[in-house]
């Protein structure tokens, strides 16, 4: 809907939501927007940054604000958001468009660079009650032309919405091999981003609202037992017990390796697949297919390969033995 489209900026404030915008007559490389279809895409964050996304979504109900994101990409494209950041002193608020006030940027960007590694990842900002819950045509056009620009390969641009009490917040992510913006889901662990506590509080501008409160959110799976699924009738998880014995494995894999992280999740064909993570990165993926436990799981490492031999697998009528008689040390063999 035109009322809702960023393209009628005024000559003063020419520049909104990247830094550097630049009209130009090319075609946007991004066709409107799907969801993914790639199980494995997800943006993965923490609940404190969830938080106060919210809460600088709430600051403003009624008018745009924004953002950038920091973090890294793991080795297969996922975007990690470490730390939110939140509109500048100077920042531009307007009602179909926010601009970040750059000098409050380049500070942030640097300082979070230099002592702490985090790259910019990605743009946030609400659409606050506008009735749009995803990039307008405006949006999608400046990200095509500022990827272009700068050599970005991947973007994330995180579209928000409110009400006077409530917010919500969609990722999409960009990908010039793909021509195409795709909404993709959240993965939130319940833990503060290590940057968050270390981060000097007074160096950047915290949101006035004290209480979040993020609703709706497009979240992936992140457990197998929780949600019903329609798993095929002759997939391991189908027969009694075997539930349990994931549960087994997970726990067993968490008793053995206290510093990772382990998080089941479901794929488009209702296949389990477990996420091991270290500090944020992701190490492994233990994929249990269908046909397992006759056949091996397939663990796919921080390469791309999977370093087992799978000739070795042998099941000898106890999965949790077998499994772990296979498996070893995530990433180390
Ligand atoms: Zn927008």
Redesign the pocket.
């Known amino acids: 809907m035109n009322r809702f489209r ?1 393209n009628k900026v005024s000559k003063k404030n020419k520049k909104p ?1 990247l830094y550097k915008t630049k009209r130009t007559k090319q075609r946007d490389l991004f066709v409107p927007f799907t969801f993914s279809s790639n199980p494995c895409d997800f943006v993965l964050t923490n609940k404190k940054e969830i938080d106060i996304l919210s809460q600088y979504i709430l600051d403003y109900p009624n008018i ?1 604000t924004g953002g950038q994101l920091f973090g890294y990409w793991t080795f297969d494209g996922k975007p990690v958001v470490l730390f939110v950041l939140g509109p500048g002193p100077k920042a531009g608020h307007y009602n179909t ?1 926010f601009m970040q006030d750059i000098d409050y940027l380049k500070r942030c960007a640097s300082m979070l660079k230099s002592l702490y590694g985090l790259d910019h990842v990605g743009e946030w ?1 609400s ?1 606050h009650q506008l009735g ?1 819950s995803h ?2 045509s ?2 999608s056009h400046n990200i095509s032309s500022n990827m272009r620009t700068l050599g970005y390969k991947k973007f994330l641009l995180c ?1 928000a919405t409110c009400n006077s009490s409530e917010s919500s917040i969609n990722a999409f992510m960009f990908d010039s091999c793909k021509n195409e913006y795709e909404q993709i889901p959240w993965v939130i662990k319940d833990t503060d981003s290590p940057y968050r506590k270390i981060i000097k509080d007074d160096y950047f501008i915290l949101p006035e609202t004290k209480h979040p409160n993020m609703v709706n959110l497009f979240c992936k799976s992140s457990s197998a037992n929780k949600s019903k699924i329609d798993y095929d009738k002759t997939y391991w998880l189908v027969q009694k017990g075997n539930s349990k014995i994931l549960k087994l494995i997970i726990d067993t894999l968490k008793g053995k390796f206290p510093s990772h992280d382990f998080i089941p999740t479901i794929d488009k064909s209702n296949e389990v697949h477990v996420e091991i993570y270290q500090n944020g990165f992701v190490l492994e993926d233990i994929h249990f297919p269908m046909g397992f436990p006759t056949i091996p799981p397939n663990v796919i490492d921080s390469h791309g390969h999977d370093p087992y031999i799978h000739n070795k697998w042998i099941f000898n009528g106890d999965i949790l033995s077998s499994f772990f008689s296979y498996y070893k040390n995530p990433n180390k063999y």
């Open positions: 960023h939501h745009e468009f900002h659409h749009l990039p307008s405006h949006d579209i």
